[in-house]
Structure formats: structure tokens, C-alpha cells
């Protein structure tokens, strides 16, 4: 009885939502356009140390490679096979990755492109990653091997093959998301190629999948794809695990497909929440803080248990996607510390950290011309590693703000408080609020043009806690301020509005 009624829920997909984070860790970076030999590295020297759940890395399979424009970071978004090398290394280094982070707790869950292949116009030869031969004009991509049989194209009604209007599922589901093929995913063939591409790497140790564009993508072909899949590799994961899915839609209101399409299936990124973060942070349309004392279900975001949220990602930090203006992006470092922090200490979504790399911004008209620039690179192409300093930052053009103090800090403050409820809310009625978890953290933003000074009730017990935003705990001693908690739980609050970063964040486990 009972296991039928496991093998009833599991079934609908319940099981996919699960992100199988191990030692009580919550928290995901996107590590986007990593190479694998860095990732093995950082996945040892700072994620596990540091409390990261898992990595969600670029995609693995072999990609198109561009010379105009000169490599962009987007020819990953252009599969010409499942073979596994990438601009970010080879299948070995792959295969090295994964087992490196899976043994110090660290999964990784890879960025599924399934929806098409390479774009229409990608012509012929072996400018691809492994290079192996493709036709994109005859729709032929011999290492899967793939054909123009296995392409949507009969099936798209309008006139330029393209996904001209929003608000048709036919269209958006059959036609071409920017001339990149569309594969008939209804195809027995086709279903089979894809899972046993993303099988070969459950098998390798992956915890699951990002998968993208499923906005593009018939929620029942995915289904049938899902259920191809295998579970979890044993050798880290428990028997009958099922793959994480979280999938790409963009749902910001107002298209005919929704994100709730595809809740059992798995988790859904919630693109409202960074939109709306951003416009909170930056005080635009005449957003306050103290208004997001209902944040999550409460501002008509999705069902906590199907969302993935974050700040802003790699599409829209760069103005692909959606979102707009309002996304705030490691350009707005004290905004984008402070948006990452409220994210972190909320106990709303799955959380995901971006990690990015740095590009010379060039705006025409409020568009950016150099939105296509790849990672940091030698002028052959090849991605340069990540260099990394005894003060933590990374060099050579790669941001890491997951190693920001602040961010990496409040990632550790979510694994603290994790499980515990949101509670203790105070705010000014303007852009200062603090709020707890449990009797496990307390956080305290001013977000306003003028000093905070309050005495709040922070639910944790009596004792000196030292501020994990202006330094941290490094043995018994404090780095950055000190916060008196009494016996009753109180403690006073001064934050400047001109403090290099205007809020305060205390935990169980940095009380001195
Ligand atoms: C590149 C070139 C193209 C060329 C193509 C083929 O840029 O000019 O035609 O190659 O040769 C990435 C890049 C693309 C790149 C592609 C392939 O972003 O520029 O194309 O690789 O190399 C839609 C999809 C969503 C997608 C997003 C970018 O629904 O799935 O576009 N994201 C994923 C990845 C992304 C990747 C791909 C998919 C493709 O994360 O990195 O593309 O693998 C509306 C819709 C959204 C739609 C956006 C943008 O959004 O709702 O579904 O996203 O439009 O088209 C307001 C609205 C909001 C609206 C938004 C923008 O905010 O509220 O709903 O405006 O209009």
C-alpha cells in the first residue's frame, strides 16, 4: 500500500524536485562557462569548505564553434552532438570533475540544451568543439546521428519557420526559438537519443538537470524523456534517487504557457522573483522593502516546492532572457550583495548564486553591443582557468561572487537556518526591515537614506554573535561588528545608510 502510494507520487514527478543536496546544504552556484578542471578545483578548495550544495555547470556536450562574433559565450546554446567535449574540457576532465565534487559532498547539476540543435544558419564543416562534421543546412548531425527527419519543421505554421507570437503554444512549441532546429521531441528516436545523453551522465554522477528553453518543448515529450531516465549513480546517492530537474521557463505573466505547465515534471525557475527583487532593491515603480513581509507565495510567485530562485542569471544579467533593467547584476555590487543576502536568508525556492565573468559593456540605445562576449580567453579561443589569491577574489576577468565574503557568508547563514520558519518581522514602514529564522539567524537591512537604530527582537538566545556581512568568525575572535544579544532575545541595531554594506547578519554558529 504504502509503496504503491510512493510509486503513485514519485510517478507524477514529485521525486524530480528534489535537489538530493547533501550535510545539510541548500544553497547552488552557477559556475557559468567554467572550466572542468577549475570546477574540481573549487569544488575541493572552497564550495565544500564553505557550505555550497552543488554546481550547475555550462553545457557539457559538443557545441558549434563561432568566429563572427568571435566565440560568444552562446555557442554553448548550439549543440552539434552529445559528445562530451566542450569549451570547457574534455569528457575525462568531465568525468574527473564530477567524481572530485561528489566525493567532498559538492553535486553538480548540468545545463540540458534539448530543445534544438544548432542555429539554421550554422553552416557546414567541423567548427564544432570535438570536431566532428555537422550540416546545419542540410540538418544533418552524424554523431548523434540526428537527420532532417528528426526536425519540427513540418510541423511550425508560420510563414518564417520562427516563433513569431508569444501567445500561440503551437507556434512556440513547433516553430524555431531564434533559427536554432527544433528537434521533434514526439519522435520514439529522438526521445531515446536525448535520455541516453543525459543518462551517460546519472551514470557519471550527476545530481540532475537544468534543462532549458522547456518553454519551447511539449510538457508531455518531457515527461516521456523524464521517465527514460535513470536514477541516481549509488556510489553517492541513495538507492532510487531521482534525477533534480529544474527547468527553464519564463513565466513573467501574461503568455499563454506558464510555468505551472510544468510543475510535475519538477521545479521551475522563477524568473518574478529576481525582476521583483530588483525593482525592491533599487526602490523603482515605488517599491519599499518593508512590502516584501509576504515575499514568496505572497507576491504571486509559484508554490515554494516547485521553485528554483536567484538574483539574476546568464541570460539576464546581460539583457537576453527577461527581466529588464530592474535585474541586479555584480555591475551593483552594495545592491547586488544585499539582494543576494535577502535571497539567502528567505526561506522561499531552492537558491542559486551566479558566478560570473567580466565583459567590457558597450550600450547603444540602452543595448548592450558586447551581450555576446564569451569568458575570459587566450587568442586561440580556449578559456582561460580561473586564478584565485590568498584574499579569496578570483583573476583574469572572473568575477566569482560566490566567493564574495557577504555572499559566500549568508550561503553558510542558509544552511544554519534551514528548516526553521521565517519569523520576528520588523520593519520602519519604509526600506528597513529585519526578520529571523527560527531561533537559528537574524537579519537586518537599511535600505534607506538614513540610519537604522533599533532595538529588535531577534528569537536567538543570549550572547555575543558576531556580523557575518562586515567580517566573520575566525576562531573566537570577530573580524567584523559585534551584536549583544540579551537574555530576552533583544538586541540594539546601528547600521549607517553609508556603510559599505548597510546590513547585519548573525547566526547560531557565529556566536563567539
Ligand atoms: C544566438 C543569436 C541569435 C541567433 C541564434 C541562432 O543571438 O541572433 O539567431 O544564435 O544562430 C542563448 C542566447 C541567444 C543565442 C542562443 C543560441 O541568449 O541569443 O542565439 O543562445 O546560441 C527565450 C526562451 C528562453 C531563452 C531566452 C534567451 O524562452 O528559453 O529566450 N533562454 C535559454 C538560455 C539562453 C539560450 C537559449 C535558451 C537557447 O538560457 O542562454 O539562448 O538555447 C519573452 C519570452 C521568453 C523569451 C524572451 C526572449 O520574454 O517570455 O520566453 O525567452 O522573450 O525572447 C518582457 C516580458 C518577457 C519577455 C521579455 C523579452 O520582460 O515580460 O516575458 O520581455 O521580450
Same mark, same amino acid.
Given at each position: 500500500m504504502k509503496v504503491l502510494l510512493l510509486v503513485a507520487l514519485f510517478g507524477l514527478?514529485? %521525486?524530480?524536485?528534489?535537489?538530493? !543536496?547533501?550535510?545539510g546544504r541548500t544553497a547552488i552556484v552557477h559556475?557559468?562557462? /567554467?572550466r572542468w578542471a577549475d570546477i574540481a578545483a573549487e569544488c575541493e578548495r572552497f564550495l565544500a569548505p564553505n557550505g555550497y550544495a552543488g554546481v550547475q555547470i555550462s553545457p557539457p556536450n559538443e557545441h558549434i564553434v563561432l568566429?563572427?562574433?568571435?566565440?560568444?559565450? /552562446?555557442?554553448?546554446?548550439?549543440? !552539434? =552532438?552529445?559528445?562530451?567535449?566542450s569549451r570547457s574540457g574534455s569528457e575525462a576532465e568531465l568525468r574527473d570533475m564530477i567524481t572530485r565534487c561528489n566525493n567532498v559532498g559538492v553535486n553538480i547539476y548540468v545545463d540540458a540544451v534539448i530543445n534544438h540543435m544548432c542555429?539554421?544558419?550554422?553552416? +557546414?564543416?567541423?567548427?564544432s568543439s570535438c570536431g566532428n562534421w555537422f550540416s546545419a543546412s542540410k540538418k #544533418?548531425? &552524424? =554523431?548523434? &546521428?540526428?537527420?532532417?527527419?528528426?526536425? $519540427?519543421d513540418g510541423k511550425c505554421k508560420t510563414g518564417s519557420g520562427e516563433?513569431?507570437?508569444?501567445?500561440?503554444i503551437y507556434q512556440v512549441r513547433d516553430c524555431r526559438l531564434v533559427g536554432l532546429l527544433d528537434?521533434?521531441? +514526439? *519522435?520514439e528516436y529522438v526521445r531515446g537519443k536525448v535520455a541516453a545523453f543525459m543518462n551517460t551522465l546519472i551514470d557519471m554522477g550527476v545530481a540532475g538537470f537544468r534543462v532549458d528553453?522547456? *518553454?519551447?518543448?511539449?510538457p508531455g515529450d518531457l515527461q516521456s524523456i523524464y521517465g527514460r531516465l535513470n536514477n541516481l549513480n549509488t556510489k553517492w546517492f541513495s538507492a532510487g534517487s531521482r534525477p533534480f530537474i529544474y527547468q527553464e521557463v519564463i513565466d513573467?505573466?501574461?503568455?499563454?504557457?506558464?510555468a505551472k505547465d510544468y510543475f510535475y515534471l519538477g521545479r521551475v525557475t522563477e524568473f518574478k522573483y529576481g525582476a521583483k527583487l530588483g525593482n525592491v532593491i533599487r526602490k523603482w515603480?515605488?517599491?519599499?522593502?518593508?512590502?516584501? *513581509? $509576504?515575499w514568496g507565495e505572497g507576491w504571486?510567485?509559484?508554490?515554494n516546492g516547485n521553485a528554483v530562485v536567484f538574483v539574476d542569471n546568464h541570460d539576464n544579467q546581460r539583457g537576453?532572457? %527577461?527581466?529588464?533593467? =530592474?535585474i541586479v547584476t555584480f555591475w551593483d555590487a552594495r545592491l547586488y550583495k544585499m539582494a543576494s543576502a535577502y535571497m539567502l536568508a528567505?526561506?522561499?525556492?531552492?537558491a542559486r548564486v551566479m558566478s560570473s565573468f567580466r565583459w567590457e559593456r558597450n550600450f547603444v540605445n540602452g543595448k548592450d553591443? $558586447? #551581450?555576446?562576449i564569451g569568458p575570459p580567453s587566450y587568442s586561440d579561443g580556449s578559456t582561460k582557468p580561473v586564478p584565485v589569491y590568498a584574499d579569496q577574489t578570483c583573476g583574469d576577468?572572473?568575477?566569482? +561572487?560566490?566567493?564574495w565574503r557577504q555572499i559566500k557568508n549568508m550561503v553558510i547563514f542558509r544552511n544554519v537556518v534551514n528548516g526553521q520558519p521565517h519569523a520576528n518581522w520588523w520593519d520602519n514602514g519604509s526600506n528597513q526591515v529585519a526578520f529571523g529564522r527560527g531561533n537559528r539567524g537574524f537579519i537586518v537591512f537599511n535600505n534607506d537614506d538614513w540610519a537604522l537604530d533599533v532595538t529588535l527582537n531577534t528569537g536567538l538566545p543570549g550572547g555575543t554573535y558576531c556580523d557575518v556581512i562586515s567580517g566573520q568568525k575566525e576562531g573566537s575572535r570577530c573580524t567584523g561588528k559585534q551584536i549583544t544579544v540579551g537574555s530576552d532575545g533583544r538586541a540594539h541595531f546601528w547600521i549607517s545608510n553609508?556603510?559599505? #554594506?548597510p546590513f547585519v547578519a548573525i547566526h547560531a554558529s557565529s556566536k563567539l
Open positions: 514527478g514529485f %521525486a524530480q524536485h528534489d535537489p538530493h !543536496t547533501r550535510n559556475l557559468f562557462e /567554467w568566429n563572427s562574433p568571435w566565440r560568444p559565450w /552562446w555557442q554553448r546554446y548550439q549543440p !552539434t =552532438s552529445y559528445k562530451l567535449c542555429g539554421a544558419g550554422g553552416g +557546414e564543416g567541423t567548427h #544533418d548531425f &552524424p =554523431s548523434v &546521428p540526428y537527420t532532417s527527419w528528426d526536425f $519540427n516563433i513569431e507570437n508569444y501567445g500561440d528537434l521533434a521531441l +514526439e *519522435k528553453a522547456c *518553454k519551447h518543448m511539449w513573467l505573466g501574461g503568455e499563454a504557457i506558464a515603480n515605488g517599491e519599499k522593502l518593508y512590502y516584501t *513581509k $509576504n504571486g510567485f509559484m508554490p537576453h532572457g %527577461a527581466g529588464g533593467a =530592474s528567505h526561506p522561499y525556492g531552492v553591443q $558586447n #551581450d555576446w576577468g572572473w568575477v566569482c +561572487e560566490h566567493r553609508a556603510d559599505e #554594506d
